[in-house]
């Protein structure tokens, strides 16, 4: 056997394995699937829930409220069923187009999956953001389950709490699930009454798959998480991160992304004195990005100022926030 036939032959192999990855079976008798949409209030961890149940950090988390602008897919695949939980912006009264257009998304979300997660921060007292969304979810007929999250966080008396989103089940004739999304207590009995819920239905994704969305989207997003992590407050809600260039060679992933901000001050804090801010996003984002494609990265970043960007419908749309359909 020549060379060349050895090398087509192994690349064959490989495009075969690949293949088999993105195959879509049939799904066996009883087997159930469908969409989750995971809503609530902002910074109430339904990223960090989603994360937890698929196994993999797919959705970008931070301390920082309204983290999540996109309605992020993520796919778990059990012998049973496959679940696919649509992560949502977090619902709040919005002040510029990109809050319209993000809160705009998380009702349409509503309507469009066959069960909702209402996650909430179970640690307080259920208060007038929860009732926002209560009054938005009594205008749909989507099944609706609610999920007390941060139980770890929950003081010694945490009755009152418990109760205070008790009674809105009850109004409402929701069931309940208590669970940590950070430590994962509780969640096979959420994931179990999630599955209890659905309706017979085939696979929609190859059981492998984790996310319906590209690498480029999650690298983006793991960079903006280095922003909502490391720099002041005034600047996460006007950074957009764009890829440019993803370069794969045989040793190393070559990537130049630009962080898009609204003003010359926001730009001094995301480079830092002497470029330490930027190399310390630089460095933590490239180690979460080696985890996705488990390789060597080399990342170089850009700012750039924008003013206004939020604002205007023509760069949201370039950043990829536009209203979604249904």
């Not at 069923?81 to 509503?110: C, E, R, S, Y």
């Not at 319906?212 to 922003?227: H, K, N, S, T, V």
């Amino acid at each position: 056997m020549e060379d060349g036939d050895k090398i087509n032959l192994a690349l064959d192999s490989q495009l075969g394995d690949i293949s088999d990855e993105l195959i879509i079976p049939q799904a066996p008798e009883g087997f159930k699937s469908g969409f989750i949409g995971i809503i609530g209030r902002p910074n109430v961890g339904k990223s960090t829930l989603m994360n937890q149940l698929v196994g993999q950090k797919i959705a970008i988390t931070s301390p920082v409220a309204q983290t999540t602008r996109n309605r992020l897919r993520g796919i778990l695949t059990t012998p049973e069923a496959q679940l696919i939980f649509v992560d949502t912006p977090g619902i709040h009264k919005p002040h510029h187009q990109l809050g319209q257009v993000l809160v705009q998304n998380a009702q349409i979300a509503i309507e469009s999956v066959d069960l909702l997660v209402f996650v909430v921060d179970a640690s307080v007292e259920a208060g007038g953001g929860d009732r926002f969304i209560v009054d938005l979810l009594t205008r749909t007929q989507t099944p609706i389950i609610l999920g007390l999250n941060k139980s770890d966080q929950q003081p010694t008396d945490y009755q009152p709490l418990d109760k205070s989103y008790a009674q809105l089940a009850q109004l409402h004739d929701w069931q309940i699930a208590k669970f940590s999304a950070l430590t994962g207590e509780g969640l096979q009995a959420l994931l179990q009454l999630l599955i209890d819920q659905l309706e017979p239905g085939p696979y929609y994704y190859p059981p492998n798959l984790v996310t319906d969305q590209p690498e480029r989207f999650i690298m983006g997003e793991l960079i903006r998480e280095q922003i909502l992590l490391l720099t002041r407050e005034e600047v996460p809600h006007s950074v957009a991160v764009t890829i440019d260039v993803v370069e794969e060679e045989p040793t190393i992933t070559r990537i130049l992304a630009t962080i898009n901000v609204e003003r010359d001050s926001q730009k001094g804090i995301v480079i830092g004195k002497g470029g330490s801010m930027l190399k310390q996003i630089g460095s933590a984002a490239r180690e979460q990005m080696q985890k996705l494609i488990a390789g060597k990265v080399y990342l170089e970043l850009f700012v750039k100022v924008l003013p206004k960007w939020r604002q205007s419908r023509l760069r949201l749309a370039e950043f990829g926030y536009q209203v979604e359909e249904e």
